[in-house]
């Protein structure tokens, strides 16, 4: 019985997608719920799985091809896989009466059992057929003769490498569907937004006072969930959107959509791409959930396990540049949302409290934000009040 193997059901926010990867050939046997192929969308990688034990009769749908919800991209046969035909035994390389005793000199003899060489495989060239020392040294094995090339699959070339002169070699790859997809989203935010960005300053040293002084109990009362800054920094930003909702909306058309959650992306770095998976009401959500969500979903983007519902929707994000040590970045804005908050890394600097120099961990904020939408004042009061209760961090838990 031949079985249709259909792409996913691809969501509305998705339009299509490119086979990215067959993990098997024409012939080749299947069992259920083994993964045939990688579906490669602007958001997210998807698996296909064999829906029956059997054997993948037809690829319909290439490497690089593109591929649109629910269309068909192969057939497989249900039941016993097709064995495969006999081969052919090939036929042993003509000696000459292999069962006569070869007539060899004793250094050659010494030489092939040290070498553990049989003498009946080997040529003399010495009188009479006589083996020398010279022809042991000589004699190499047979090479087992090499089955004939495989039919080459009908995919597109994925890289063309150019070497004009010497050494000065040039690879052109074709962008993989999340980085064109991420290209053409960026590029829009710069068309479509009047995107500006403000900048402050967080003195971190009571955090990371607090981090230091309870890292090791949070981790064992909260199942080996580590304490980081995000945590942090994801309360205080709920926080704050709850005082400005203004930074939580968005425009859609001609309408502002005022949202009564806070629905968090935060941003993490793939080897595809920048991926940004949501935290659902993160508002509701204690560091520790907001810590073991991140550290989740951090190990489904290395994996490529993210799902397309995961990534959807999100009403403000947070990116961390300073994780690859960024002093200070314009993060661009995520569309359709308004606001989005870059963190940097941490240095040691002279800062004036209380008239007395002092050296502290700052670190550097930037709030980039469509200005169709929120004005100049309330961005930088959404950003000085995150950086108010990073500094002072009790006041997330009083929510003052």
Same mark, same amino acid.
């Given at each position: 019985?031949?079985?249709?193997?259909?792409?996913?059901?691809?969501?509305?926010?998705?339009?299509?997608?490119?086979?990215?990867?067959?993990?098997?050939?024409?012939?080749?046997? /299947?069992?259920?719920?083994?993964?045939?192929?990688?579906? $490669?969308?602007?958001?997210?990688?998807?698996?296909?799985? !064999?829906? !029956?034990?059997?054997?993948?009769? $037809?690829?319909?749908k290439?490497?690089?091809?593109?591929?649109l919800?629910?269309?068909?991209?192969?057939?497989?046969?249900?039941?016993?896989?097709?064995?495969?035909?006999?081969?052919?035994?090939?036929?042993?390389?003509?000696?000459?009466?292999?069962?006569?005793?070869?007539?060899?000199?004793?250094? %050659?003899?010494?030489?092939?059992?040290?070498? @553990?060489?049989?003498?009946?495989?080997?040529?003399?060239?010495?009188?009479? @057929?006589?083996?020398? +020392?010279?022809?042991?040294?000589?004699?190499?094995?047979?090479?087992?003769?090499?089955?004939?090339?495989?039919?080459?699959?009908?995919v597109?070339?994925q890289? %063309?490498? /150019?070497?004009?002169?010497?050494?000065?070699?040039?690879?052109?790859?074709?962008?993989?569907?999340?980085?064109?997809?991420?290209?053409?989203?960026?590029l829009?935010?710069?068309?479509?937004?009047?995107?500006?960005?403000?900048?402050?300053?967080?003195?971190?040293?009571?955090?990371?006072?607090?981090?230091?002084?309870? +890292?090791?109990?949070?981790? +064992?009362?909260?199942?080996?969930?580590?304490?980081?800054?995000?945590?942090?920094? /994801?309360?205080?930003?709920?926080?704050?959107?709850?005082?400005?909702?203004?930074?939580? %909306?968005?425009?859609?058309?001609?309408?502002?959509?005022?949202?009564?959650?806070?629905?968090?992306?935060?941003?993490?770095?793939?080897?595809?791409?920048?991926?940004?998976?949501?935290?659902?009401?993160?508002?509701?959500?204690?560091?520790?959930?907001?810590?073991?969500a991140?550290? $989740?979903? @951090?190990?489904?983007?290395?994996?490529?396990?993210?799902?397309? $519902?995961?990534?959807?929707?999100?009403?403000?994000?947070?990116?961390?540049?300073?994780?690859? @040590?960024?002093?200070?970045?314009?993060?661009?804005?995520?569309?359709?949302?308004?606001?989005?908050?870059?963190?940097?890394?941490?240095k040691?600097?002279?800062? %004036?409290?209380?008239?007395?120099i002092?050296?502290?961990?700052?670190?550097?904020l930037?709030?980039?934000?469509?200005?169709?939408?929120?004005?100049?004042?309330?961005?930088?009061?959404?950003?000085?009040?995150?950086?108010?209760?990073?500094?002072?961090?009790?006041?997330?838990?009083?929510?003052?």
């Open positions: 019985m031949s079985i249709e193997i259909k792409a996913p059901t691809f969501p509305e926010s998705v339009q299509e997608g490119n086979i990215a990867t067959w993990h098997k050939q024409p012939g080749e046997s /299947v069992m259920r719920d083994e993964l045939l192929v990688d579906i $490669e969308t602007d958001k997210v990688v998807l698996e296909v799985v !064999a829906p !029956a034990d059997g054997t993948l009769a $037809e690829v319909l290439a490497e690089g091809e593109i591929v919800s629910n269309e068909v991209i192969a057939r497989i046969v249900a039941g016993e896989a097709i064995a495969a035909a006999p081969v052919e035994a090939v036929p042993a390389a003509t000696t000459i009466d292999d069962n006569s005793e070869k007539i060899a000199s004793p250094a %050659a003899r010494k030489l092939a059992d040290e070498r @553990g060489i049989d003498l009946q495989k080997i040529v003399g060239t010495g009188k009479g @057929g006589r083996i020398s +020392k010279e022809d042991v040294v000589a004699w190499q094995p047979p090479q087992p003769a090499q089955a004939a090339p495989a039919a080459p699959k009908s597109p070339a890289a %063309a490498i /150019v070497t004009p002169t010497g050494d000065r070699i040039e690879k052109r790859v074709p962008m993989t569907r999340m980085r064109s997809r991420i290209a053409d989203r960026l829009e935010v710069t068309q479509t937004t009047a995107m500006l960005t403000t900048f402050n300053e967080v003195d971190m040293h009571r955090i990371m006072r607090l981090r230091t002084a309870f +890292k090791d109990e949070f981790t +064992k009362v909260h199942n080996g969930t580590r304490l980081g800054f995000m945590g942090f920094f /994801v309360r205080a930003a709920t926080e704050a959107l709850k005082r400005f909702p203004a930074v939580n %909306a968005s425009i859609d058309g001609n309408d502002i959509v005022y949202h009564s959650y806070q629905d968090v992306g935060v941003a993490v770095s793939t080897d595809k791409g920048l991926v940004v998976p949501v935290l659902r009401d993160a508002d509701n959500m204690s560091i520790a959930e907001v810590e073991s991140i550290a $989740e979903f @951090g190990a489904k983007a290395r994996d490529g396990k993210l799902t397309i $519902e995961e990534m959807t929707g999100g009403t403000f994000t947070i990116t961390n540049g300073g994780v690859f @040590g960024s002093l200070l970045s314009t993060p661009i804005l995520n569309p359709p949302q308004a606001a989005i908050l870059g963190m940097h890394t941490i040691d600097r002279p800062v %004036a409290e209380n008239g007395e002092v050296i502290r961990p700052m670190m550097n930037a709030l980039s934000y469509d200005h169709r939408l929120i004005d100049g004042k309330e961005a930088v009061r959404f950003l000085v009040a995150i950086k108010e209760m990073l500094e002072h961090p009790a006041k997330i838990l009083l929510e003052i």
